[in-house]
Structure formats: C-alpha cells, structure tokens
Nanobody
Framework: QVRLVDSGGGLVQAGGSLRLSCVASGLTFSIVAMGWFRQAPGKEREFVAAISWSGRNTDYVDSVKGRFAISRDNAKNTVYLQMNSLEPEDTAVYYC?????????????WGQGTQVTVSS
C-alpha cells in the first residue's frame, strides 16, 4: 500500500521560511517523479513544484519561482519543499504527490496535506 506522509506546515509571518517534508512508502521511490500541490480556501488545487526521479530536473509554477526549492533524498524516500520569502498568498494546504506528469495534474498518489498559514 502506497503512503505519502506530509509534514512541516505551520504558522509563519510574511517573509519567513518553512520546509515541508514528505516521506513515501510502498513504492519504488527512486524511480518516480514527486511534487507538491496546494489548495487555498475556495480555490482549486494547483501545481506548485515537481522533481524528476533523479533530482536533475525540476519545475515550478511561476508564482513561486525564485522563492521555493524542491529537492529529494532517495536514500530516505523523502521529498522536500523549502519555502522562502513566504507571502500571505501562499497560505494553503500543501499536498505531496507522486505521478508521471505532475505539472499537468496527472497524479497517482496524494499525501494527506499539511497546513501552511502566512500572516501579514
């Protein structure tokens, strides 16, 4: 059974930083692409970032480029999202995901989500 467990969310002031983590089990982590999505209140879930199985290729939504960085540690079956210069507009539930085409919403598995709240 595949399981993705998100953690690391919290309350932070604008301009602050958080690092999200997602530990995967039940899948061959080292050969799958991983990523993060987010869903703000009243809005649809949107793609945030993705990283290839090797870690060599990454992709980001324009609104987070230069502020967020996705990385992975295949030895620990873990993917990270380092979020810097956070803005109130980044407030959302963040979901870890795995799948073949994450940037266009093709997802095989989801994490349970972790709340990120940025105060102004």
């Amino acid at each position: 059974q595949v399981r993705l467990v998100d953690s690391g969310g919290g309350l932070v002031q604008a301009g602050g930083s958080l690092r999200l983590s997602c530990v995967a089990s039940g899948l061959t982590f080292s050969i799958v692409a991983m990523g993060w999505f987010r869903q703000a209140p009243g809005k649809e879930r949107e793609f945030v970032a993705a990283i290839s199985w090797s870690g060599r290729n990454t992709d980001y939504v324009d609104s987070v480029k230069g502020r967020f960085a996705i990385s992975r540690d295949n030895a620990k079956n873990t993917v990270y999202l380092q979020m810097n210069s956070l803005e109130p507009e980044d407030t959302a539930v963040y979901y870890c995901a795995s799948g073949p085409r994450l940037a266009v919403g093709v997802v095989d598995y989801w994490g349970q989500g972790t709340q990120v709240t940025v105060s102004s």
